[in-house]
């Protein structure tokens, strides 16, 4: 049994995204830990002590001292535990592309798709709009950039990039079912949409869902 020097507790709650981000990464370093479930409604002690700032999920604690928000965490994890698997690239120009597209992804695009859920009527078929205005940017901007090529940004393995995609383009096909508009277009968005169908037939993805 590992030492309590080494022990590593997530705190997060099973409908975050957020903390989804960082099980999967976990799992794909194969990094042993402890899930604390947080009740967001009613959170305890321990996440408000860890995360006074924010006050949210997900909080990793290792060795005692808490990393608090999603992407700083996986590059965390990346830095601590380097046997494993990489989550990013160790050149610095490819590792900074990463950042920037993660950025994308968790923001002007996660930010669209969110538009549409609040939304309906005209002001939801601009959100619809603004969606496919940002993954015409995204493939434009991915499309034969990348050394590794598809599926994987990382090689042959998951990394930062993909785990942010798989979980947040990954689930479009909720909002294509309900909304009947298709998003993930494979003639519109060829490349990014071999990517998200790749990463769902990715091992450590069918065993973490």
Do not use: C
């Not at 060795?63 to 494993?84: L, R």
């Not at 950039?145 to 599926?151: V, W």
């Not at 998200?196 to 037939?201: S, Y």
């Amino acid at each position: 049994m590992a030492g309590e020097e080494n022990r590593v507790v997530l705190h997060g709650n099973l409908a975050s995204l957020h903390s989804a981000r960082v099980k999967l990464a976990l799992k794909v370093k194969g990094i042993e830990y402890e899930f604390v479930e947080e009740d967001l409604m009613n959170k305890s002690e321990a996440l408000l002590w860890y995360n006074p700032v924010y006050k949210k999920v997900p909080v990793l604690v290792h060795n005692g001292k808490p990393i608090i928000e999603s992407i700083v965490i996986i590059e965390y994890i990346d830095e601590t535990w380097k046997e494993g698997p990489r989550l990013l690239p160790q050149d610095p120009y490819e590792r900074a592309k990463v950042r920037f597209w993660t950025g994308f992804i968790q923001q002007p695009l996660y930010e669209a798709t969110v538009s549409v859920i609040k939304t309906d009527g005209e002001a939801q078929e601009r959100a619809v709009e603004k969606v496919h205005e940002k993954l015409k940017v995204l493939e434009e901007g991915i499309e034969g950039k990348y050394p590794g090529g598809f599926p994987f940004i990382n090689g042959d393995n998951m990394g930062l990039l993909d785990i942010v995609v798989f979980l947040i383009l990954g689930h479009l096909e909720v909002l294509e079912a309900v909304l009947g508009v298709k998003f993930l277009d494979s003639e519109k968005y060829p490349s990014v949409t071999s990517w998200v169908k790749a990463l769902k037939e990715f091992p450590v993805v069918k065993e973490a869902l």
